[in-house]
């Protein structure tokens, strides 16, 4: 079992307390988790990860594999417009 101390996102001190990104293979703190939980591709995360989980596939890397992008960015660049 990996350990990690630091939150993958932002780099804020786990404390012993984690939580894995629905999106991609992230450790996260609960601050990041609450902002992943609000992005509009939430629920397809979730429906990606159980259909994987179904077939056998306990090791699915999510929908963001390739890196995660905030959605509170998008919308401050909504916001500037």
Do not use: T, W
Not at 7 to 26: A, H, P, Q, Y
Not at 31 to 38: A, L, P, S, V, Y
């Amino acid at each position: 079992m990996m350990i990690k101390e630091k939150c993958d996102r932002c780099g804020k001190d786990l404390n012993g307390s984690s939580i894995m990104s629905m999106f991609n293979r992230d450790i996260l703190c609960s601050d990041c988790k609450d902002e992943e939980r609000n992005h509009p591709d939430y629920k397809k995360a979730q429906d990606a990860e159980l259909a994987e989980v179904q077939k056998g596939n306990y090791n699915f890397e999510g929908i963001f594999k390739d890196g995660y992008q905030p959605y509170a960015a998008e919308l401050h660049k909504s916001e500037e417009n």
